[in-house]
């Protein structure tokens, strides 16, 4: 028996694991939903930068929504993911629940790579932040999840209302701080020993003894510093 994938570093100050996950239904026992989102960003780079969410369940639904989170990056990649994790709450968890996007990014990280992204502890992947709340809410859902690829800009009635709401988002104050708490039973923590190399052992040790350091005054005013001379000479 193979027990190698059993072991799991970079956990100290975690909780050991409870192994006790929600219960998985094997059918859909409430009825499904389809969803439409969106992300996207102005001036992405940028200290005026501005990312914006479009959540599309349909005409005149209250659950409709444009979220424009101030405490996260201003990102496109950033706003992707949200769109993905606000209908997942906003749903009901008993039923199949269908996500179309055009968010090629968002499927990948969820679908494709989303097993090596945890067994290396985030320690490749940017936006853990959004991106692992988004995989923690879906698993605790009863019903089935479904991405589907949409094409941008086709004409389709839900995406392009989807991307109204973005456009309306970027007009809007920030929207309220999100929750983005994860239930300690399907949270996956640490790193498994047997996908880690020395390189990513180092990062990993290095991410670790970062969050007992606080920043350098010196260097945040230095970045300060840069991205207000990189907006005068944008905007001369």
């Not at 960003?41 to 659950?63: H, I, L, N, Q, S």
């Not at 996500?99 to 945890?118: A, F, P």
């Not at 923690?136 to 389709?156: D, F, M, N, P, Y």
Request: proline residues 5%; charged residues 30%; contains cysteine.
């Amino acid at each position: 028996m193979d027990i190698t994938g059993a072991f799991r570093v970079l956990t100290k100050g975690l909780s050991p694991p409870s192994y006790k996950t929600p219960k998985v239904q094997t059918a859909c026992t409430g009825h499904m939903t389809t969803v439409y989102t969106d992300g996207s960003c102005t001036d992405g780079g940028y200290e005026e930068a501005r990312a914006r969410v479009g959540v599309w369940f349909g005409d005149g639904d209250g659950r409709n929504s444009v979220r424009v989170p101030v405490e996260l990056p201003q990102t496109n990649n950033v706003a992707e993911s949200l769109a993905v994790l606000l209908p997942g709450r906003k749903a009901p968890r008993d039923g199949n629940l269908i996500i179309k996007t055009d968010s090629q990014y968002v499927i990948d990280v969820l679908e494709k790579y989303r097993e090596k992204i945890e067994d290396t502890d985030w320690l490749e992947q940017t936006n853990c932040a959004v991106l692992e709340p988004t995989i923690a809410e879906i698993r605790c859902r009863q019903g089935k999840t479904t991405l589907i690829k949409v094409k941008g800009h086709s004409g389709e009635i839900g995406n392009e209302n989807t991307d109204r709401l973005a456009a309306l988002g970027a007009e809007k104050e920030p929207g309220r701080p999100i929750d983005l708490s994860i239930d300690e039973r399907v949270k996956v923590k640490g790193a498994k020993l047997s996908r880690m190399t020395q390189a990513l052992l180092y990062k990993g040790i290095r991410r670790v003894k970062a969050q007992s350091v606080p920043p350098r005054r010196g260097m945040v005013a230095g970045l300060d510093a840069v991205r207000h001379a990189a907006h005068s000479e944008r905007h001369q």
